[in-house]
């Protein structure tokens, strides 16, 4: 059964809560986070140009090369399983070279990127088929697999990139960590380092090159235009950590400058300082708040956190685009019964439901969480061992 949309009014956000497909988010979420505390990325793994502001009046946008023989050493890892998703993205990348930007001014979104997702979309069920590692059990999970991985990289009709994104391509490496075709019990937490970082340089030359427009944005209210999860991350690798900054120096640019090519937290702000310009505290008043209010990387974490479960898995904007199939269940987690929706007319092109002279996006007021960190909880987030990743996997029921 090939995922499809559950969520399509904000009244289908607690059945979400209740089913099984968020609970698998959660536990995902908390796997990899727990991967990679205390890890830095090694080696010239990011691609720091892709952030890094030239010095001049105007910034221009980065070049994207061609990769040569010599470029895939620094992006491939001692895990065969990792390397075959970093095959894909690599594939992915050679397309976008393919695919120059259309000339003319335009605000946002240029249109060549339709054409990239054309491309992509032909292209992406043999790129998993060929470069995963699949056993006859596992085979029918594909239709899953395809529909997270090709909705990882914005929105072809939209022209946007979000968190809704970002969770997408969490979601299809839950997948795969699910079906054991990542296997869990060789995954390192640098192994899982160095696929995010190319995932979020990719992504990046996709809203460079095309200039994608953020989706779902909340304005400078929100904790970023468009990411999320690569905060979680980077405050991880930065916990236990002897040569972590003080938190209160991560906006400082000899932070940035030391720490960007190394750590995915310090990496997106200095994304920030690429492409935006004028105070910082203006612009990025949730990021700055952090970095004057908390001085603990303990607690920026579990505020990040709290935040991501409240602004991005609580948000009908964000969600309403995630869809379910049998990886991620639109079943009761306790139960294992299916849950209802408010199904409506829907549009499979479009990706959006059609409601009478109403934009679906605007049914809801977004208000924000300005400081979860700071904010009462009744979830308590306890990141399970190196020891009990593998058993709790385990024990979930796979499908």
Not at 207 to 221: D, F, M, T
Request: hydrophobic letters at 35%; charged letters at 25%; one cysteine or more.
């Amino acid at each position: 059964m090939e995922p499809s949309k559950k969520i399509f009014t904000e009244s289908d956000l607690a059945n979400f809560r209740r089913s099984s497909a968020y609970n698998s988010l959660l536990h995902t979420l908390n796997v990899i986070v727990s991967k990679v505390k205390g890890i830095e990325i090694k080696g010239d793994v990011l691609d720091v140009s892709l952030v890094t502001r030239k010095n001049t009046v105007k910034d221009q946008k980065p070049s994207i090369p061609k990769l040569s023989a010599d470029d895939s050493s620094l992006r491939l890892t001692s895990n065969s399983d990792i390397n075959g998703v970093l095959a894909i993205l690599r594939h992915l990348e050679e397309l976008l070279v393919d695919t120059p930007p259309f000339q003319g001014e335009r605000r946002f979104g240029n249109l060549a990127c339709r054409t990239w997702h054309d491309k992509m979309n032909q292209s992406i069920e043999t790129d998993i088929v060929h470069n995963l590692r699949f056993t006859e059990k596992t085979k029918p999970y594909v239709a899953d697999l395809k529909y997270y991985i090709s909705n990882s990289f914005g929105s072809r009709m939209r022209l946007d990139f979000g968190t809704g994104h970002e969770l997408n391509f969490v979601a299809f490496i839950g997948g795969l960590i699910q079906l054991d075709i990542i296997d869990l019990q060789t995954l390192s937490g640098g192994d899982l380092l160095v696929l995010f970082a190319n995932y979020y340089d990719l992504v990046r030359r996709l809203i460079l090159q095309y200039n994608l427009e953020p989706a779902g944005s909340h304005g400078v209210w929100g904790l970023d235009d468009h990411f999320h999860f690569i905060y979680i991350l980077g405050a991880s690798q930065f916990i236990e950590d002897k040569n972590a900054p003080m938190v209160q120096q991560v906006l400082s640019s000899q932070v940035v400058n030391e720490f960007k090519s190394k750590n995915l937290y310090v990496n997106a702000i200095s994304f920030i300082f690429k492409i935006k310009q004028g105070p910082f505290n203006e612009h990025s008043p949730i990021i700055y708040d952090i970095h004057s209010s908390v001085s603990l990387w303990t607690k920026v974490l579990k505020g990040l956190l709290r935040m991501y479960e409240v602004e991005v898995l609580g948000k009908f904007p964000v969600v309403q685009h995630f869809w379910f199939g049998e990886l991620y269940s639109w079943k009761d987690q306790v139960t294992n019964i299916e849950l209802p929706s408010n199904n409506i007319d829907f549009d499979n092109e479009n990706q959006d439901a059609k409601l009478p002279s109403e934009d679906l996006t605007k049914r809801t007021t977004l208000p924000t969480t300005k400081a979860p960190w700071a904010m009462p909880t009744t979830r308590t987030y306890h990141l399970p061992k190196e020891r009990d990743l593998k058993n709790s996997y385990n024990n979930k029921s796979k499908p």
